[in-house]
């Protein structure tokens, strides 16, 4: 069975930085789609970084840009995110996803996909 499984999540003060890791077994993540979605409480759940099935690519909702940097490495089969300057609206639980060619979008909701569990990031002082 294809399984996600995030980590690096934590307590972080506010300027300060993380990196999300989502590994990968059952599925090898270069062929696909993938990306970073998070869910804070009361609210919809958001994309906020996709991956290219290439990895050439990535792309950011505004809130994250130049804040935030996914990448993937193939041979571990895993992605980040990296996560630098963060502020208190950063606050949520964090997921990767992965799909086929064009699954991941900032725009629209994302249907079906192989999911995490996902890790809690909270930014607080």
């Known amino acids: 069975q294809p399984q996600l499984v995030e980590s690096g999540g934590g307590l972080v003060q506010p300027g300060g930085s993380l990196r999300l890791s989502c590994a990968a077994s059952?599925?090898?993540?270069?062929?696909?789609?993938i990306g970073w979605f998070r869910q804070a409480p009361g609210k919809e759940r958001e994309a906020v970084s996709c991956i290219s099935v290439s990895g050439s690519s990535a792309y950011y909702v505004d809130s994250v840009k130049g804040r935030f940097t996914a990448s993937r490495d193939n041979p571990k089969n895993t992605v980040y995110l990296q996560m630098d300057s963060l502020k208190s609206e950063d606050t949520a639980r964090y997921y990767c996803?992965?799909?086929?060619?064009?699954?991941?979008?900032?725009?629209?909701?994302?249907?079906?996909?192989?999911w995490g569990h996902g890790t809690q990031v909270t930014v607080s002082s």
């Open positions: 059952g599925i090898t993540l270069e062929y696909y789609s």
């Open positions: 996803g992965a799909g086929p060619h064009f699954w991941c979008s900032l725009t629209r909701p994302v249907v079906g996909g192989y």
